[in-house]
Nanobody
Framework: QVQLVESGGGLVQPGGSLRLSCAAS????????MGWYRQAPGNQRVLVAT???????DYSDSVKGRFTISRDRAKKTVYLQMNSLKAEDTGVYYC??????????????WGQGTQVTVSS
């Protein structure tokens, strides 16, 4: 169906920046939306940012003004530019998409996640 592969995570100091990438592959017909979710140890997975097929974006209040989500339609890739990182941004970031493939209509797909650690 659809596979999502994240990259770009790592260790960064508070105030630093990281850029996450998520590439979609498979028998993709269309993508309704793509987004990023974060899961910290002991917590549930929460929304960080999303972008729709029309380019509309949405962010959690905690990252507004610091993170920017964008996409490359040709590459079927979504990015998350993270600036002014804080310790509370630490967690595993999962890429998500709502997409239609050659086999299924509008299904949810998740990547394996990439670790982001903000620490001095």
């Amino acid at each position: 169906q659809v596979q999502l592969v994240e990259s770009g995570g790592g260790l960064v100091q508070p105030g630093g920046s990281l850029r996450l990438s998520c590439a979609a592959s498979g028998t993709i017909v269309s993508i309704d939306a793509m987004g990023w979710y974060r899961q910290a140890p002991g917590n549930q997975r929460v929304l960080v940012a999303t972008i729709t097929s029309t380019g509309d974006t949405d962010y959690s209040d905690s990252v507004k003004g610091r993170f920017t989500i964008s996409r490359d339609r040709a590459k079927k890739t979504v990015y998350l530019q993270m600036n002014s990182l804080k310790a509370e941004d630490t967690g595993v970031y999962y890429c998500h998409t709502l997409a239609t493939s050659s086999s299924y209509n509008l299904r949810n797909y998740w990547g394996q996640g990439t670790q982001v650690t903000v620490s001095s």
